[in-house]
């Protein structure tokens, strides 16, 4: 790979976010509380214009419901490979498997539920690297089982969309994101 020109060589990033997170339904506020992510993504060039790409998102939930009677625990784990292609000089798409395990701790007014779900599927993307701008769009579809131990588990169909850009200047960046799931079971 040392012979290989820099963006062409094998690149890892990881990163860590923490927040606020605030759940509504009808647009009233339902629970509350913090939410952490760990992203890794690796890329590695193969052929002139090819490039597998491994991104693993793992998020964890903790939240309170507002009426005080209970909270809930989510723990989400997803991760796709994809193989792009370049389209141009900073433009690559591509398309590969995904899989995804999530398991929700809820306790409400004194019921206790405890959810897992797994699907596989798979995830297109296109993504846009320059010096100033990284920008990636990414479309999955996932079909698998999801339930708990009361009700038994159903077939589940998860349908995500991100998209994500970061600005940078020198060492200093900024990342603005949006990531809408819809999740039929």
Do not use: W
Not at 59 to 87: H, M, P, Q
Not at 99 to 121: C, M, W
Not at 149 to 167: F, L, M, R, V
Request: proline share 2%; charged share 25%; no cysteine.
């Amino acid at each position: 790979l040392t012979h290989l020109p820099v963006e062409r060589q094998s690149e890892a990033k990881v990163k860590f976010k923490a927040g606020y997170l605030n759940e509504k339904m009808q647009e009233t506020s339902l629970m509350d509380g913090t939410r952490f992510e760990l992203d890794f993504d690796y890329k590695m060039p193969f052929g002139k214009k090819g490039s597998m790409l491994v991104d693993s998102d793992n998020e964890y939930i903790s939240t309170t419901f507002n009426n005080g009677l209970g909270g809930a625990k989510i723990l989400d784990a997803r991760v796709s490979t994809t193989f792009n292609y370049d389209l141009a000089k900073n433009v690559s798409a591509g398309v590969g498997p995904r899989a995804s395990v999530l398991n929700a701790s809820v306790n409400y007014d004194g019921n206790k539920v405890e959810l897992t779900d797994f699907a596989l599927g798979l995830e297109a993307n296109a993504t846009l690297s320059t010096e100033h701008l990284d920008a990636k769009v990414s479309y999955a579809l996932s079909k698998g089982m999801g339930g708990d131990g009361e009700q038994g588990s159903n077939p589940i169909t998860k349908n995500t969309i991100k998209a994500e850009a970061t600005g940078k200047i020198g060492k200093a960046s900024a990342t603005l994101a949006y990531e809408y799931n819809k999740d039929k079971q």
